[in-house]
């Protein structure tokens, strides 16, 4: 069952819990004159999300399906996407593109690069490039300008069937997270490197008043804060 959520204006949340896992899977739709939706999701998703997104508008009019880094729960149905919607664009990393996309893509990838902005009607958007963060080489995170809303994929991600939104700190969640996957066999999925303090402080700097969160609950406030503590909390975690 997906649980949709209106976080802000424009901007829904769709949640798909998974017992097994005690984690959401969180897909965020932006209703705009070129609608865009952030995570494609699993393969095995696809025919809920997509009556989901049907509820809110016409699938088959998507435009653009972004996603932070090559993995499954990100990019899986990407090509369903594509094959529902012929006008949709793959929109990733210039990097994502580049080593892995456009191979695996039925359509080749927007690649964006620092200088690219992307405008689907009222809303503007930037990748910032994150690499290894939260993991893989190609890992970037998308800002909406207008509004600060930050994509932020599997950072502050965070167990449970937890509420839509919350305005409390993320901190604690995500520490705990990070402790319980150390247990368990997806230890080491988030790398600390020499980049992860500079480039968490690159996206503080944003400051973002909202963070699309696609494990846990998103968060509503002042972002900057939380971005600059998490570094230490990676740090501390690996
Ligand atoms: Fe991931
Ligand atoms: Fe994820």
């Known amino acids: 069952m997906t ?4 976080i802000a204006p424009d901007l829904f949340r769709l949640s798909i819990y998974v017992l097994d896992f005690d984690m959401q ?6 209703r705009d004159e070129e609608p865009l939706l952030f995570h494609a999701g699993f393969k095995g998703m696809f025919p809920a999300l997509r009556e989901a997104v049907a509820t809110l508008m016409d699938p088959t009019k998507l435009r653009h399906i972004a996603w932070s880094h090559f993995e499954s729960d990100e990019i899986g149905a990407l090509n369903h996407w594509l094959e529902l919607a012929p006008q949709a664009q793959p929109v990733c990393t210039f990097v994502g593109k580049l080593v892995s996309v456009d191979d695996f893509s039925i359509r080749p990838a ?5 200088e690219d902005v992307l405008t689907t009607g009222k809303y503007r958007y930037r990748f910032h490039r994150s690499p290894h963060l ?3 080489w190609d890992a970037g ?3 909406e300008e207008t509004r600060k809303t930050l994509f932020c994929s599997d950072l502050f991600h965070h167990f449970g069937d937890v509420a839509p939104v919350t305005s409390s700190d993320l ?8 402790q319980q996957m150390q247990q368990g066999p997806l230890a080491d999925y988030l790398p600390y490197t020499r980049q992860t303090e500079g480039v968490l ?3 503080a700097a944003l400051k973002p008043e909202t963070l699309a969160v696609m494990h846990g609950s998103s968060y509503i406030g002042p972002g900057e804060r939380l971005l600059t503590d998490l570094a230490g909390v990676i740090k501390e975690n690996f």
């Open 110 to 114: 927007r690649g964006m690069t620092a």
């Open 171 to 178: 901190i604690g969640p995500a520490r705990k997270a990070m």
């Open 201 to 203: 402080r690159s996206l």
């Open 141 to 143: 995170v998308l800002f």
């Open 134 to 136: 939260p993991h893989g």
């Open 3 to 6: 649980t949709i959520h209106e």
């Open 25 to 30: 899977f969180n897909h965020f739709l932006v």
